[in-house]
């Protein structure tokens, strides 16, 4: 049985919804890179200051009982982490990019302003890039 004429979405009504569902994508790769690589509160770990730690848990595992051992091995797997993460240096400009062409329409239809856009960590930099100022 074929659907009555006139009650399925059109195509403009279509390619709309793709649209809408394209840029709540590039928000969120965007949102989640800002939350995955904002900096840190507190004094900045050095790969020499975490090559350093690295050294002196080394030094101080012959002398340590079982469960110092355990614990400055997991404090080692830690910082050999840290030190791989900060040796991987990440680019976010391509999908700030993306983020700045479709930002203001996003949050047109969403009704998303200035100041959120700032809470949830978005730069004024970035905003102003996508023509989002604080009168929107």
Same mark, same amino acid.
């Given at each position: 049985?074929?659907?009555?004429?006139?009650?399925?979405? =059109?195509?403009?009504? %279509?390619? +709309?919804?793709? *649209?809408? @569902?394209?840029?709540?994508?590039?928000?969120?790769?965007? !949102? #989640?890179?800002?939350?995955?690589?904002?900096?840190?509160?507190?004094?900045?770990?050095?790969?020499? =200051?975490?090559?350093? %730690?690295? +050294?002196?848990? *080394?030094? @101080?595992?012959?002398?340590?009982?079982?469960?110092?051992? !355990? #614990?400055?091995?997991?404090?080692?797997?830690?910082?050999?982490?840290?030190?791989?993460?900060?040796?991987?240096?990440?680019?976010?400009?391509?999908?700030?990019?993306?983020?700045?062409?479709?930002?203001?329409?996003?949050?047109?239809?969403?009704?998303?302003?200035?100041?959120?856009?700032?809470?949830?960590?978005?730069?004024?930099?970035?905003?102003?890039?996508?023509?989002?100022?604080?009168?929107?």
């Amino acid at each position: 049985m074929t659907p009555p004429k006139g009650r399925g979405l =059109s195509r403009e009504h %279509k390619a +709309a919804m793709a *649209e809408g @569902r394209s840029q709540s994508r590039t928000v969120s790769r965007y !949102l #989640e890179a800002l939350e995955t690589h904002k900096p840190k509160r507190g004094r900045k770990r050095t790969p020499e =200051s975490m090559n350093a %730690k690295l +050294a002196n848990i *080394e030094a @101080r595992m012959p002398d340590s009982s079982a469960v110092k051992r !355990l #614990e400055l091995i997991q404090e080692r797997i830690d910082i050999q982490r840290a030190l791989t993460a900060a040796e991987v240096a990440f680019d976010i400009s391509e999908l700030e990019g993306e983020f700045v062409g479709i930002a203001a329409a996003y949050g047109a239809s969403k009704g998303i302003t200035y100041p959120a856009w700032r809470e949830i960590g978005v730069s004024a930099a970035v905003l102003k890039r996508a023509g989002i100022s604080r009168a929107s």
